[in-house]
């Protein structure tokens, strides 16, 4: 399974330095980064620190749209006031969520926003799940690279599990999905509810892969219902 890890517009390479170092730490290898050369700065290199490799491997993209448009699942970093009507995941639930999907998914990614906003909230809307680390206090938030850092050490262990080989059907089954989903809510003529549909969203990507399949047959019955009438 490939598990790339985005960073979306990081302006200090300090920070990307650190990134790179704890992913070879833990056992990540692929780095994707978003509307940033700041890589290039021999400040990463230097913070990286033997994990160069990482460096010399990186993908650049001009939007996070186009970093995840070869992505089955995604999970965003975020503070919890960044969105409305969404669940947050910690750290420790996304490992929990991951071992499933990874069983079934053949790539899922790690999106780290911006260090001075984060990621906006049309961002936000394109990813899978959204996950923030709990503190203990009012600090604002830790830096990137220690964010970077808490999420490899607590996913490592994606990287021991050896995974069945992937059927493409069920790569597709959570994108199909939300597809019939939204196709329905314009049927029954509710898609301006925005917190339906927001809430509908960010279940799907917490579904296994037998609800899933379970979700499509179900929505095949509704919508044969709707064409009857």
């Not at 996913?155 to 050896?162: H, I, M, P, R």
Request: net charge negative; glycine share 4%.
């Amino acid at each position: 399974m490939h598990f790339p890890l985005i960073l979306v517009s990081p302006a200090r390479p300090e920070n990307i330095g650190a990134a790179a170092r704890a992913m070879k730490t833990m056992g990540f290898s692929e780095l994707r980064i978003v509307a940033s050369d700041a890589w290039q700065d021999p400040a990463a290199r230097r913070v990286a620190h033997g994990a160069g490799e990482i460096l010399d491997g990186v993908k650049t993209y001009d939007t996070l749209q186009q970093a995840l448009a070869d992505v089955d699942f995604s999970v965003a970093t975020t503070a919890r006031s960044r969105a409305k009507f969404r669940y947050y995941a910690t750290p420790e639930q996304v490992e929990t969520i991951l071992l499933e999907k990874r069983q079934w998914l053949g790539r899922i990614a790690l999106v780290f926003g911006r260090e001075d906003s984060g990621l906006t909230n049309e961002e936000l809307e394109q990813v899978d799940l959204l996950t923030g680390i709990p503190m203990a206090n009012d600090y604002p938030s830790l830096n990137l690279g220690q964010a970077v850092m808490v999420y490899c050490y607590q996913l490592s262990a994606l990287n021991q599990v050896v995974a069945e080989e992937q059927d493409t059907a069920n790569v597709h089954q959570l994108q199909a999905l939300r597809e019939r989903f939204q196709q329905l809510l314009i049927k029954l003529e509710v898609s301006d509810d925005a917190k339906m549909a927001d809430w509908i969203n960010q279940r799907i990507g917490l579904l296994e892969q037998r609800d899933s399949a379970m979700l499509h047959r179900l929505l095949h019955d509704i919508e044969k219902k709707l064409i009857d009438k």
